[in-house]
T-cell receptor, first 114, second 113 residues
Framework: AQSVTQPDIHITVSEGASLELRCNYS??????LFWYVQSPGQGLQLLLK??????LVQGIKGFEAEFKRSQSSFNLRKPSVHWSDAAEYFCAVGVTGGFQKLVFGTGTRLLVSP | GAGVSQTPSNKVTEKGKYVELRCDPISGHTALYWYRQSLGQGPEFLIYFQGTGAADDSGLPNDRFFAVRPEGSVSTLKIQRTERGDSAVYLC???????????FGQGTRLTVV
């Protein structure tokens, strides 16, 4: 069965420092991969997606992610974190070729310290 | 509207009661999705619609759960004989097509007491 693992439940990063959130997936075919952010009182917002092509994907708010098939990973990165980035981040895999049936990880809560 | 609208935003109901949760998708979006998010978990797929028909309802946990989208726009998730384990945030999303970005609503927080 398809699954997504986000090994870090919480991460604390100093403002201005770099960030990497880990995501590993289990899926037999070519995966469709997503990162979403969820802020308090806000709905889930798509940061970026990977369907095919270049394995380094650029997203909104300065985020990027790299698909590594050999490691079954799709880690999210940002070179310099802002206090407004504090939120819950979810990695997801699409099991039917698009957005229609996403399997989400359990999320990583990002805390930003001054 | 500007985004996906879900009503009510909060619903408290007694065990055994029936509830309906409503989702108004973005105008023109033919694909609509329901997810459930329990505390401390990621969203869990329930069902998705293409137009009026349920294309995949394999995520509905049991036959107490049912969803409709009679005119291909608004959708209602219906839960019969609610149980305390049904307490969660129910999320709705919509997209133009299955490969276009899915936009999520803010959810309905259901509490069964």
């Amino acid at each position: 069965a398809q699954s997504v693992t986000q090994p870090d439940i919480h991460i604390t990063v100093s403002e201005g420092a770099s960030l990497e959130l880990r995501c590993n997936y289990s899926y037999g075919a070519t995966p469709y991969l997503f990162w979403y952010v969820q802020s308090p009182g806000q709905g889930l917002q798509l940061l970026l997606k990977y369907f095919s092509g270049d394995t380094l994907v650029q997203g909104i708010k300065g985020f990027e992610a790299e698909f590594k098939r050999s490691q079954s990973s799709f880690n999210l990165r940002k070179p310099s974190v802002h206090w407004s980035d504090a939120a819950e981040y979810f990695c997801a895999v699409g099991v039917t070729g698009g957005f229609q049936k996403l399997v989400f990880g359990t999320g990583t809560r990002l805390l930003v310290s001054p | 509207g500007a985004g996906v609208s879900q009503t009510p935003s909060n619903k408290v109901t007694e065990k055994g009661k029936y509830v309906e949760l409503r989702c108004d998708p973005i105008s023109g979006h033919t694909a609509l999705y329901w997810y459930r998010q329990s505390l401390g978990q990621g969203p869990e797929f329930l069902i998705y619609f293409q137009g009026t028909g349920a294309a995949d309802d394999s995520g509905l946990p049991n036959d107490r759960f049912f969803a409709v989208r009679p005119e291909g726009s608004v959708s209602t998730l219906k839960i019969q004989r609610t149980e305390r384990g049904d307490s969660a945030v129910y999320l709705c999303a919509s997209s133009l097509t299955f490969t276009a970005e899915a936009f999520f609503g803010q959810g309905t927080r259901l509490t069964v007491v």
